[in-house]
């Protein structure tokens, strides 16, 4: 199996761009879909990308994903910066026999 | 709309078991993959394992495997997960939410339910 490595914290202000990266430890971060998740405190998670890069309905365009196969990892995407932004964003993917792993998740902090 | 009910938190002895269930809204049950998903306390979310309702089949992940039955009763549209043999370390909160085939991406996701082990 696979493990998927975030960074444990980012900060950044109001308005900004910030990318979330999500590394896969081995196999091809394309092979398998990459979604991510944000959950904010006493709350289940809940999904903002799915297949890379799709975007829910009443997700605001500002969050996007994408993918890079030169780093083997996946990026959030979140532009101007709201501070209801701050949040735990996790990512997902699965491996060649659906077993569902997680990332560690990151912990964004807009101030 | 689809919704996923779970039952309440529950507070059990090191060694024991704890079923939880999981009441599926709003047509998701019959077509949909129902998987279950903990998070112990500051730690991301771990799969556990899921379940096909309309077939009954469930697959597990690896690190339960022994441990944990998922089954599915079409007629009340509840999904349960049992765990036994509980320690210390299966503290968590318990989600149940739907999986997409597609794509293995979750949602909706059950309010969740706290799982306290502690003699």
């Known amino acids: 199996n696979f493990m998927l490595t975030q960074p444990h914290s980012m900060s950044e202000s109001p308005g900004k761009t910030i990318s979330i990266s999500c590394t896969r430890s081995s196999g091809s971060i394309a092979s398998n879909f990459v979604q991510w998740y944000q959950q904010r405190p006493g709350s289940a998670p809940t999904i903002v990308i799915y297949e890379d890069n799709e975007r829910p309905s009443g997700v605001p365009d500002r969050f996007s994903g994408s993918i890079d196969s030169s780093s083997n990892s996946a990026s959030l995407t979140i532009s101007g910066l709201k501070t209801e932004d701050g949040a735990d964003y996790y990512c997902?993917?699965?491996?060649?026999?659906?077993?569902?792993?997680f990332g560690g998740g990151t912990k964004l902090t807009v101030l | 709309q689809v919704q996923l009910v779970q039952s309440g938190a529950e507070v059990k002895k090191p060694g024991s078991s704890v079923k939880i269930s999981c009441k599926a809204s709003?047509?998701?049950?019959?077509?949909?993959?129902i998987s279950w998903v903990r998070q112990a306390p500051g730690q991301g979310p771990e799969w556990m394992g899921r379940i096909i309702p309309i077939l009954g089949t469930a697959n597990y992940a690896q690190k339960f495997q022994g441990r944990v039955t998922i089954t599915a009763d079409k007629s009340t549209t509840t999904a349960q997960m049992e765990l036994t043999r509980l320690r210390s370390e299966d503290t968590a909160i318990y989600y149940c939410?739907?999986?997409?085939?597609?794509?293995?991406?979750?949602?909706?996701w059950g309010q969740g339910t706290l799982v306290t082990v502690s003699s």
């Open positions: 997902q993917s699965y491996d060649d026999n659906d077993h569902v792993i």
């Open positions: 939410a739907r999986e997409m085939s597609s794509s293995s991406w979750f949602g909706p």
């Open positions: 709003g047509g998701i049950f019959n077509s949909n993959i």
